[in-house]
C-alpha cells in the first residue's frame, strides 16, 4: 500500500457543489483534497452540459456549465485544493474517531478527518453495449478504457465508437496490433478532423480496416473472446476475427461504490441530517444531488446551502479544540486575509 | 393538446397528452415513461432519451440535426428513424404521434 496523503477533509466528486466545498470549507482553516472520476473538474455541468446556459444561479441571469466550473475554479483559488482526476473512490474505512482511509482505484490512500460525498449521480462510468453474453468478456477481452497498451500487442483488435476515445485509441494502437478494425455506426465521425484523416490514411494504405455496423453478436470462451459477428448498415451480417473488443459509446451516471459504503440509501440517495448534511456515520457528509432529506431539491443551490452548513459541522471534527466564529466576508479582516484580499 | 404514444421494448403502450412547444422527452418524464431516462435533461449530450418513430410518423417528424445525429453515435441499435427525443417538438401536426422506446438506454 503506498504511503496515505494526510489531508483535513477528502471531497469526493469536483463538480459545482464539491467545488465550492473547498471554499466554504477553506474559509474556516481547512484544506481539501478533491477526487473525481472525470478527467476535469465541473461534474455534470462540464460532461453533460457545458455550453448550456444555466438560469437559476442566485444573481448570476445566465451561465454555463462551462462558465460556472471556471467561476468556482478562480473562487476557490486562494485556498489551493490538490485535484486527483480521472480516480473513482472505492472504499472509506473508519480508522479512528472520526478519522478515515480512503482508498481510490488506482490504489492511491488518503487520511482525513471528515469525508464529503459531493458525488451528484454517482460516477460517470462507460456505457455498456447491449450485447446478449458480453459480461464474461469484459475487463478479459472487452475493455472500456485502455490502461497498458501492451495488452493488445500482437492482436487482432476491434474498436467500436465515432468518437475521440474511438479514434485516438485506433491511432495509438494500430502500430502495435496484428490487425485493428475499427466499427462505427456510420461513415462519418464526429471526432477530431485531423485523427480522421489520419485514420482515413491507414485504411487506404490498408494497414486498418473500418466497418460500417453494429456488433450483434460475440463468440468465445472463458471470457476469451475469438470473434463478433457484425451486422452491417444493409442489414448484411458478417463475422471478424477478433482477441480483443473496445467499445467506445460515452459515458452514463451509475451510482457506483456508494452503494457499499454502509448507508442506508434511499432511492439510491443517502439520507443526511437537514441541519449539519452528516449521514448516519459520523464525520462523514453527503452534500448536493447524492443526498435526500425532506423537501430535497436536486438545484445547485441547495448543493451550495448544504456545503455552508456542512462546513460548520466538519470544523468540529477538524479543529475540535478551537471555538467556531461566525464571519461575513464583507467585514472580517480574517476571512480577507485568507481569500488574499485584505 | 396533442396525443404521443409510447409502446416500451415489451409492447406496453401509453398515450399521454403533450403540451405544444414541450419536447416529446418532456411529455414523458412528466408522465412516468420510465423507459426514457433523459439524464443530461434536455441537452442532446447523453442519448439516453432514444426512441424510434413509427415508420409512418417518421417524415412529420424529419430528420436529426447534425449535433443530434453526432450524439446518436452513443446510442445503441440506432435505426434510420431513430431520434432523441429530447428534440423532437411537439407541433399540431405531431398529434397522434407514435413512438418506441428501446429496452435499454445504455443505464
Known amino acids: 500500500m503506498s504511503e496515505p496523503i494526510k489531508t483535513d477533509v477528502l471531497i469526493i466528486g469536483a463538480g459545482p457543489v464539491g467545488l465550492f466545498a473547498v471554499f466554504e470549507l477553506g474559509l474556516l482553516d481547512i484544506k481539501t483534497h478533491l477526487v473525481d472520476i472525470l478527467d476535469k473538474v465541473g461534474g455534470q455541468c462540464a460532461e453533460l452540459y457545458p455550453e448550456k446556459p444555466i438560469y437559476d444561479i442566485p444573481a448570476i441571469p445566465l451561465i454555463t456549465g462551462q462558465g460556472l466550473s471556471e467561476a468556482l475554479m478562480q473562487q476557490i483559488k486562494p485556498f489551493n485544493p490538490t485535484f486527483h482526476l480521472g480516480e473513482m473512490v472505492t472504499t472509506i474505512e473508519n480508522i479512528g474517531d472520526p478519522l478515515f482511509r480512503i482508498t481510490t482505484d488506482r490504489g492511491k490512500v488518503f487520511e482525513a478527518k471528515a469525508v464529503v460525498i459531493a458525488a451528484g449521480g454517482g460516477s460517470f462510468q462507460p456505457k455498456r453495449p447491449p450485447i446478449n453474453g458480453i459480461e464474461p468478456y469484459e475487463n478479459k477481452s472487452v475493455f472500456y478504457a485502455v490502461r497498458k497498451m501492451e495488452t493488445f500487442r500482437d492482436k487482432n483488435l476491434l474498436i467500436v465508437g465515432g468518437g475521440d476515445s474511438a479514434l485516438d485509441w485506433t491511432l495509438n494502437l494500430q502500430p502495435i496490433a496484428k490487425r485493428l478494425t475499427l466499427l462505427h455506426r456510420r461513415d462519418d465521425f464526429r471526432g477530431a478532423p485531423d485523427s480522421v484523416n489520419k485514420m482515413r490514411a491507414l485504411v487506404a494504405a490498408g494497414a486498418m480496416d473500418l466497418r460500417i455496423g453494429q456488433v450483434t453478436e460475440l463468440e468465445g470462451a472463458d471470457g476469451q473472446l475469438t470473434a463478433a459477428t457484425i451486422k452491417g448498415a444493409d442489414g448484411a451480417m458478417t463475422r471478424v476475427e477478433t482477441d480483443a473488443m473496445l467499445p467506445f459509446f460515452g459515458l452514463t451516471m451509475k451510482l457506483g461504490p456508494v452503494a457499499d459504503w454502509g448507508f442506508e440509501l434511499k432511492d439510491e440517495l443517502i439520507p443526511v441530517d437537514v441541519s449539519t448534511f452528516e449521514t448516519s456515520r459520523p464525520g462523514l457528509f453527503a452534500i448536493g444531488d447524492i443526498n435526500t432529506y425532506p423537501g430535497k431539491l436536486k438545484l445547485i443551490l441547495s448543493g451550495f446551502h448544504e456545503a455552508a452548513l456542512m462546513a460548520q459541522k466538519a470544523h468540529h471534527y477538524v479543529h475540535p479544540s478551537k471555538r467556531l466564529v461566525f464571519q461575513y466576508t464583507t467585514s472580517s479582516t480574517s476571512l480577507q486575509k485568507k481569500l488574499g484580499v485584505s | ?107
Open chain 2, 1 to 107: 393538446m396533442p396525443k404521443i404514444t409510447f409502446i416500451e421494448h415489451d409492447g406496453a403502450e401509453h398515450t399521454v397528452d403533450a403540451e405544444i412547444g414541450a419536447t416529446v422527452m418532456e411529455a414523458a418524464l412528466r408522465n412516468g415513461i420510465s423507459s426514457i431516462v433523459a439524464e443530461c435533461g434536455g441537452g442532446c449530450t447523453c442519448a439516453t432519451c432514444l426512441v424510434h418513430v413509427d415508420d409512418a410518423w417518421s417524415p412529420a417528424v424529419g430528420p436529426p440535426s447534425a449535433e443530434e445525429e453526432e450524439m446518436l453515435d452513443s446510442a445503441f441499435e440506432v435505426k434510420p428513424t431513430s431520434r432523441l427525443s429530447c428534440q423532437i417538438k411537439v407541433t399540431e401536426a405531431l398529434d397522434g404521434l407514435i413512438v418506441r422506446t428501446p429496452s435499454y438506454q445504455g443505464r
